[in-house]
């Protein structure tokens, strides 16, 4: 009872300090830094830049904050010389955990008020893609939980030295550590500076936040076991730190807390299923060497894989029966991702022994496991667990179990056996019924299921594959249209559906599409007449085209994008930007990429080229010829450009920066100004479309495209010189 | 009167509020040289004499809002009790007025010189670069009337009520985004717009002319701040001595 109204009179006085409100202002401000200066996720979606970037930043500057504030509270009372009486009147324990718990409630009060300060400016910037759940979630996870651990680290280290400097010195020594090289593959180091590699803005997953909620979970159990230390070393009866410390430990409580809590975060961080515990860069011999056991298994088998989803955890129950033919002698092997666990292992009825070896190889764990030979019999596995994030990805993690998308590859859905090939694979696969799934990379949609009536459904489908490389689901709607040449089946988000139709998104894709293929011929992936177009979550990092399909990714048609001068005029010319990469760049004809020869010149250049025949010459000289004349003359203009000798004497941070920015006029404007006068020495736009075509056709025919197409080849097609397309 | 300068000047150099609008405005200066100016103003070497009146021109509305933080000071509740002190000792109001002038001036001048000096610093640092002459009098045309005028019509608001020279902030702030061409207020508008508008020398580079229009809008603000001032001293009641 004492501590609840020592708590009350503690908050009151809190409140009636002018610190405590310049810190809850200058909190408030701290997200203003992710707009700016400080942008730690990777790959910048529209939620990214408005949720993540900002969140964060306000998380590590605020808890630096709320640290300060923490450390000059805890030396209030020994500066004014108050610390005897107060000490005298109120219990030392209670009175800590009262003004600690406190200055704590003042902080999830400002994180609020933070959350809503900046609501309307991110539901503005995010439009229809905006998440008030989500938005709220990333405060409540990432800021909040690392204040408190801010402030149980400042309060609890000043509580040991006594010192307010001392005290700010270890804390900026544990600020170092978070941020330090040490901890930059060390995601669990990193206390005040939670990763989010990427975003993604339609299909909202909260992989990051559960990874981000686990490591507050963690460090807070850290910081409160030491802040329950820094109790039994509070100063009694005028004795010093030691003599304080063995009296403290006549409160056995004390003691027990700290070393409970302590442990508890040392066990957590131990047993984390999040990452993989591998190595930073990608194994492909192991994996290459795996694959060849596979090729030269000569045992054929078919396979049931029945998979149960639990969006919530993130976690997966799977029983795998494989029909083995022919038995292999010796050991066999299965691969997996690391983070599940086989729960058991039958072989035509009877328990099979096998070894897990924790040998993290990309995310994935090997068993070994050896079986009578006795042909004929059902291989039965099952197993389940969290799915694992393998740590030569991050922080990129395109896998995931959520509850509005699911993804996994390979060894992420059922085991991957070495010595057998199978023939034929059955799957049978529960997940939420508000998502449609796809299989494989051809994303075929799964369309026989069961409705279970518990707001799940089971799909169930048979492939004639050894192997599930890839399963998606995801709130996908599915349009159906056709253009002069091609039957297209346009996959995207559900929550896309209003920009689709705002953009007139259909007719682009067929105008883009016919004109292209007129203009530059049909690209090789296209099988046929009918085309399939997947909009992929920008947490993948990266789009690929096969036989008949293609994917892109989500943040062409995020409102972000769409609003990139660089690319278009506006939205839609920004759109046919984006699919003019089905030719060139991207899942297109590759570029050698030189500083100034780039496939987004080539697709400026030919989204120009569709505006003019759109729009008309003046509009596409207005918007984009006189665009790049003019930045192109600010380029060179550059102080820097014109004395490059002064790049040497700039900070490297400087100096990056503008090879980025020349970079970046180079690629949208240079180049295709540059275009634009080689069109003119070919003699005009036909003579120009004629060498594109024929470097597209030669592309496509030579080894299916895997030589990058240089600057120099152009020119050879073109019959001009590096001189003749120089700017004047 | 110089004594009162002295005790004035101490006063308002030791407070909290000045000590720390002065580290706030050192920031802000090395947080323009090393973000912004550093790209060159208007294309020109960022030690270029465009270049260092574009610096001013950024960091003179921070300097003249802390000018101004320090002038309300004077026309608080607290003060105007001191006042009858003050009136009771031979000093007439145009000479305190010119007394807290002058204390504000040389606080003006100190933030200007930690200023310069960031900028002497990020210079010789980054560039190599000492020859500073020729940047001293535009510099001075381009901050002198700015303060000039700002403190004489704070002097001028402040004789109705302390609130008023609060309003002042907000419009010198919005003022700072000047569209206003050579009248441009504090001028970092006009310096970024200006050398685009000249031929280019041989390096490509504009020459650095004063402007006639700019230089006339200097003397009008430095004339009108003038102006208020003299006339704010002389429509004061006489202080009347016990």
């Not at chain 1, 700016?36 to 590590?60: K, Q």
């Not at chain 1, 540059?674 to 594109?692: N, R, T, Y």
């Amino acid at each position: 009872m004492r501590f609840f109204s020592l708590y009350r009179v503690e908050l009151r006085r809190l409140l009636l300090t002018k610190q405590i409100w310049l810190i809850a202002a200058l909190c408030l401000c701290t997200p203003l830094l992710g707009y700016t200066v400080y942008s730690p996720v990777v790959w910048e979606t529209t939620s990214g830049l408005y949720i993540g970037n900002p969140v964060l930043a306000g998380t590590a500057a605020g808890a630096i904050l709320w640290a300060i504030i923490a450390i000059v509270e805890g030396s209030r009372q020994r500066r004014s010389g108050t610390d005897v009486l107060a000490e005298a009147s109120a219990p030392p324990t209670a009175h800590s955990a009262a003004k600690t718990t406190a200055l704590m409630t003042i902080s999830a009060a400002v994180t609020l008020l933070c959350a809503l300060l900046y609501l309307p400016f991110t539901a503005a910037k995010l439009e229809y893609l905006f998440d008030a759940g989500f938005y709220f979630m990333n405060f409540l996870v990432f800021m909040l939980p690392t204040w408190w651990i801010s402030i149980l680290f400042a309060d609890g280290l000043y509580r040991i030295t006594r010192r307010a400097e001392l005290s700010a010195l270890l804390y900026a020594a544990l600020v170092y550590i978070s941020f330090s090289r040490f901890a930059e593959r060390n995601y669990f180091m990193q206390w005040l500076n939670p990763v989010i590699g990427s975003y993604s803005d339609g299909f909202p997953d909260i992989w990051y936040l559960r990874l981000g909620l686990y490591t507050r979970l963690v460090w807070l159990c850290i910081a409160a076991g030491l802040w329950a230390f820094s109790l039994i070393c509070a100063r009694k009866y005028q004795k010093g730190l030691i003599g304080s410390f063995v009296c403290g430990l006549k409160k056995v409580y004390l003691p027990v807390c700290a070393a409970a809590l302590a442990v508890t975060g040392a066990v957590l961080w131990n047993v984390q299923p999040f990452i993989g515990n591998g190595s930073d860069e990608y194994d492909l011999e192991n994996e290459n060497k795996f694959m060849d056991e596979n090729m030269t298994s000569e045992a054929i088998t078919t396979a049931n894989h029945y998979l149960k989803l639990d969006p919530v955890f993130g976690t997966l129950s799977g029983k795998s029966e494989y029909q083995l033919n022919k038995v292999k002698e010796g050991e066999n092997i299965l691969r997996l991702n690391a983070g599940y666990k086989i729960k058991s292992m039958t072989y035509g009825g009877e328990t099979i022994n096998f070894r897990t070896v924790k040998e993290d190889i990309n995310g994935q764990y090997d068993t070994y496991f050896e079986l009578p030979y006795k042909h004929g019999q059902k291989l039965i596995i099952e197993y389940g667990g969290y799915l694992t994030a393998a740590r030569c990805y991050m922080p990129m993690v395109s896998t995931s179990i959520g509850s509005n998308y699911i993804r996994m590859t390979g060894t992420d859905c059922m085991p991957k056996l070495a010595n057998y090939f199978v023939m034929k694979t059955d799957l049978e696969v529960t997940l939420p019924d508000g998502l449609t799934p796809f299989l494989g990379s051809e994303h075929k949609p799964l369309t026989d299921f069961t409705d279970n009536g518990d707001g799940t459904r089971t799909y169930r489908t048979a492939l004639d594959v050894d192997y599930i490389t890839d399963f998606v689901a995801g709130n996908y709607v599915t349009d159906e249209f056709s253009s002069d040449d091609y039957d297209f089946r346009f996959i995207y988000g559900d929550i896309y559906r209003s920009a689709v139709d705002k953009y007139d998104v259909r007719q682009t894709i067929c105008s883009v599409f016919d004109y292209c293929t007129e203009h530059y011929g049909k690209p090789l992936y296209i099988d046929g007449d009918a085309f399939l177009l997947f909009q992929m979550n920008s947490m993948t990092g990266g789009g690929y085209a096969v036989s008949g399909m293609s994917t892109w990714l989500e943040d062409v048609i995020s409102p972000n994008t769409l609003s990139d001068s660089n690319r278009g005029a506006n939205a839609t010319e920004i759109f046919i930007h984006e699919m003019i990469h089905q030719w060139w760049g991207g899942v297109g004809m590759w570029c050698d990429e030189d500083g100034l020869w780039s496939a987004e010149g080539l697709t400026v250049y030919s989204t120009y080229r569709i505006v003019k025949e759109k729009y008309g010459e003046l509009y596409a000289n207005q918007y984009y010829v006189e665009d790049w004349k003019r930045e192109v003359a600010e380029q060179d203009r550059n102080f820097y450009n014109r004395h490059p000798e002064y790049l040497e004497k700039l900070p490297e941070h400087y100096s990056e920066q503008l090879s980025a920015l020349n970079q970046s006029v180079n690629k949208y404007k240079r180049m295709p100004l540059m275009l634009l006068k080689a069109e003119e020495l070919l003699g005009g736009e036909e003579q120009m479309d004629a060498v594109l075509k024929q470097m597209f056709a030669d592309y496509n025919e030579s080894v299916d495209g895997q030589y990058p197409v240089t600057y120099k080849e152009f020119l050879d097609y073109c019959g001009l010189t590096e001189e003749d397309l120089k700017l004047g | 009167m110089v004594k009162i300068f002295g005790y004035e000047l101490k006063r308002l150099l030791t407070s909290g509020l000045f000590i720390a609008m002065l580290v706030v405005n050192a920031v802000f200066a090395w947080y323009v040289l090393t973000t912004d100016i550093i790209e060159g103003v208007a294309y020109t070497a960022p030690f270029s004499v465009w270049s260092c009146c574009g610096y001013f021109g950024k960091t003179l509305p921070l300097s003249m809002i802390t000018v101004l933080l320090l002038q309300a000071g004077y026309y608080g509740k607290q003060q105007k009790r001191v006042d009858i002190l003050i009136g009771a000792s031979p000093l007439t109001y145009a000479q305190s007025l010119l007394i807290r002038t002058a204390v504000l001036g040389v606080c003006f001048l100190i933030i200007c010189l930690i200023e310069s000096i960031l900028g002497v610093v990020f210079c010789a640092a980054f560039f190599g670069y000492y020859g500073f002459g020729a940047f001293i009098l535009p510099t001075l045309l381009e901050i002198i009337p700015c303060f000039v005028f700002t403190i004489a019509v704070g002097h001028l608001v402040g004789r109705f009520h302390q609130g008023l020279i609060y309003v002042l902030l907000p419009i010198i702030f919005i003022s700072s985004f000047g569209a206003a061409g050579a009248f441009d207020f504090f001028g970092g508008t006009f310096f970024s717009a200006y050398p685009m508008t000249l031929p280019l020398n041989p390096d490509g580079e504009p020459d650095f002319v004063i402007n006639s229009l700019w230089l006339t809008a200097r003397l009008i603000y430095l004339a009108a701040g003038t102006a208020i001032l003299i006339v704010n001293s002389a429509l004061s009641p006489k202080v009347k001595r016990a």
